[in-house]
Structures are given as C-alpha cells and as structure tokens.
C-alpha cells in the first residue's frame, strides 16, 4: 500500500473520531501552547539581559578590593553596583599607585580611580541616604556609559556641583530633582548640574561628584585609597589579553601570589557571560516544566489509539484479508497519532503565540526592575522555538502510537474479523 493511501486512511480515522481525537488534541494543544509561552518568557529575558549589558561598554574594565568575584558584579551594570563584598568593605586597598601599574599596560587609553560611600542627602526639607562616588570629572566623562537626560557633566573647575541618577531625581524625595537646585550631603551644599537618563544599571541610584569634593564629604574617604578604578581600553577585542596583563602587574606590584589576591577585575563581557548563562538555565529549567504537560498529552494520544484500535479491529481484518500488510497497518495507525500530534502543534503554536503577545500587554514586571534583568516583563518568540514545538508535537504523537500501532499491524486476520 503506498504512502498517501495510508495517509488518507489515517486522515479518515481522525475525521471520524471527532470528540475522542478533539479532547486529545486539546492535551496536545495546552502542553505546546506552555512551552511556547514560557519559553518565549525566558528568551525575552534572555535579550532584555543582553541589550542591558551590550550597552554597559564592551571595552570597559572594573578593578576592585578584595578577591575572588565582586559582590557587586560589573559596575553600573549587573547588581546594581551598589553591594559590596564584605572583602571589599574590610580591605579598601586600591590606590593612586595602582592606577600607575595598570596605565602602564599596553592597549589601556583611561584609568580612573573612584571612592564610593553613603551619605545623608537633604533636599527641600526632605531627608534620604544616598549611594555617592567620587569621580574624576576629566576622566569619567570620557568612561561612563550613562548619558544624561538633562543639564551637563561635572568638569574639572567644578567642585561644588554634582551629577545624580535617575532614580535619585524621580524617586528619591517627594518632589523631583531639578538641575540647578541645591541639595545638601553631609552638611556641605552642591548644585545639581546634570540628571542621568535611566539605564538600568547602578548609575541610576547614585550621586556623582569631584572626587576631591568626595573625600572632605565621605566619612572614611581618605586621602589615597580607592574603592574602585574604572579602565577604558583602546580595542575591545583585546581586553581578555589585557585583563591578563593586568592582572600580573598588579600581582607583582602588590606582592600577592594567584591564590591570595586582594583584588578582582571585572569586565562587561565577563559579567554578560554569566548572565546569560544563569538566563538560559532558567528558561530551559522553565520549558522542561511546561514540557511535563505534553508527556500528559502524549498519554492521552496513546489511549485514543488503543481505544481507536480496538474499534478498527474488524477493519483491520478486512483490510489484511485483501492483502494489507503488517507494514501498511502500522503506518496508518501511527501516521494517525502523527495528525493529531501536528494538528494539536498548529493550534498550541497559535494559542502560546497569542499568549505571549499578551503578556507584555498585561504590564507584568520581573524582578522589580533596575537591573539588568528587571523592567517591564518582555517575550521573544523566534522561528525555531516554533519548529521545535511543532517538530515536538509531531514526535510525541507518533512516539504514543507506536505500541497501538505494532498491536494492530500483529493482527491475525481471522482474529480480526471475529472480533465483536
């Protein structure tokens, strides 16, 4: 019996089990509209995560205290840039000399150390603690990825101007902050020379200042030490190389062996790569979750195609009667639960589709938003996802029938056609 016959014939089977083969389908339907759902809810985290990071600077390197991997993760970027690791906080080492060792590597065009600290901010009556970091206004201009919503950035005449965030102009105070007014840190006044636009990263919470102005503000600041040094190198494409050469001269420079560093360097590049990783985990950990209603699907195909078997038996013993061969039967039966695995597919992509346009609409918002990974929950649906769900489908479907299908080709015809 040739291929289409046996298509047709399958096709008959499931045009005439219509309530039996429509509640299985349904199975099929609920199972692939999830994972297309879901997965589409991961893969847009997955490039709300990547364009928050690709704009954090793919040339930008982060050197701070304390060794291992930075609490704080890529500054301005993942984290927040706010915490720090109790290494950090216990052993705030950095200093001008550093700066020197690390200016003296190959392929480095900025270096900038910066203070960071809290401090008591009062503004029209108002009172809040604020996250401040001393900059070098010459330099930092020329590193930092934000850019401004309003007014300018801080130049090397300022002293008593500043530069603050997003969130600290909208959020903050009752009343939001404007450019040219005054605030009040730790007593001493500061004009308010440019608002950051938000980006997501820690530049949104902080208040930039001269670091010269920082360290008479901060308690704690000192006269030398660093909580940070910031690195623009001149071609991105080399940074992993300078990140290593960077890491020996500092190595030397400050007497310490691999196993005892007092530092850690951090890049972009480095932070987007475990990022993504935890986000892909995620999403495959979120699919295999929805794929768990497709197995019950796929429970529910095998049962129609029991049951569909025990009702062609009598067809099955005419059909071999006039010469159909085990062959024959098996591939009508297993092309019929291949039907309802694609028919089921075709309607769970369309369903899951719908789905996951909708979810954007419904202004749900993931892990609060600020970092890179919050804001407003976005979904992404490619191509593949919707040939591997329908591809999917299509498998598990044929994959349920296989055993009904192998009972039925067994058939002895006398059997069949005695069967009542």
Known sequence: MKLNKCLKLALNILLHSKLRSWLTIVGIVIGVAAVVAIVSIGQGLQQNVQSRLGGLGADIITISPGGGKAAGGFRGGFGGGEQESAASVKSKNLTKQDIQVIKSVENINLAEGIISGRGVVYYLGQKASASIDGVDPLVWKEITVSELDQGRFIGPTDYNAVVVGSRIAKTTFKQLLALNREITIEGKSFKIAGILKESGGGDDGKIIMPINAARETLTNAGNDNLNSIIVKVTDADLIDETVANIDQKLMLSRHVAEQKKDYSINTAKATQERVASVTQTMTLFLGAIAAVSLIVGAVGIANTMFTSVLEKTK??????????????????????????????????IGLGSIISGLIPMLGLRLMGGGGPTGGALTTAISPGLLISALFLSIIIGMAAGIIPAYRASKLKPVDALRYE
């Open 315 to 348: 067809d099955i013993g005419i059909m071999k009667a006039i010469g159909a061969g085990n062959k024959d039967i098996m591939f009508i039966f297993m092309f019929n639960s291949g039907l309802v695995g694609l028919v089921g597919g075709l309607l769970g």
